[in-house]
């Protein structure tokens, strides 16, 4: 398809499992973002790439979250021994990368439906 | 730090009423951008607009239009003539050349048959 794509669609794991949450952009972004979000709440930066290269992490709330884009597309979020507090819904975005004179474009972000992940 | 603030937590109109979407945001940047967001129930986060700080002209999109106010640090957001299919949560966003994107934590809209 021609929109970011996101999968599982919903992830039910217990506590103290690892989990692993695929992002696909558009074909062509460079920039790839991953937010968290909590019922009731706006998106929260985790982290953002431009091609393979993590540019920005300082949004990961602790060092159980790690995430990945080995070949400057898929994109792989992973969180390890994972707690209810994990439980929101993890979205990914992807935008072209037009300078700025900073690390991040000004560009639209464009929204995959996102993983609901749920903790049991 | 980038700041973004939705006073209005729901907001329920009649079908055909307009309504305005605030947002107020903070920043020490002179260079930023504003984003509007739709979230519908299935999720996605739909693109509605792009304001650049240095463009202060207010813009109209069908129903829709923007009204960007630097001296009040303010991005409000109007659809006129709401519909049922407007319903949905609005989320209004600012970002910079060196930080992502701060969201707002919505609003959500409600229009009413």
């Known amino acids: 398809g021609a929109g970011v794509s996101q999968s599982p669609r919903y992830k039910v794991a217990k506590r103290g499992q690892d989990v692993a949450l695929r992002c696909d952009p558009i074909?062509?972004?460079?920039?790839l973002f991953w937010y968290q979000q909590a019922l009731g709440q706006g998106p929260e930066f985790l982290t953002y790439f431009q091609n393979e290269a993590q540019l920005d992490k300082s949004g990961l709330p602790s060092d159980r979250f790690f995430a990945e884009r080995p070949e400057g597309s898929v994109s792989t979020l992973k969180i390890q021994r994972t707690q209810q507090e994990d439980s929101a819904v993890y979205l990914c975005a992807s935008s072209p990368r037009v300078g700025t004179g900073g690390i991040y474009s000004n560009q639209p972000q464009h929204f995959g439906d996102g993983t609901r992940l749920s903790i049991l | 730090a980038q700041k973004v603030t939705q006073a209005q937590t729901e907001i329920s109109v009649v079908e055909k009423e307009d309504v305005t979407l605030d947002c107020v945001y903070e920043t020490r940047d002179t260079t930023y951008y504003l984003f509007w967001y739709k979230q519908p129930p299935s999720g996605e986060l739909v693109f509605l607009i792009r304001r650049n700080s240095f463009d202060e002209q207010n813009e109209i999109s069908g129903r829709y239009s923007w009204n960007f106010q630097k001296s009040t640090s303010s991005f409000n957001f109007t659809i006129t003539a709401s519909q049922v299919v407007d319903s949905a949560v609005y989320f209004c966003?600012?970002?910079?050349?060196?930080?992502?994107?701060?969201f707002g934590k919505g609003t959500r809209l409600s229009v009413i048959a």
């Open positions: 074909s062509g972004h460079v920039s």
């Open positions: 966003a600012l970002g910079t050349g060196n930080t992502p994107l701060v």
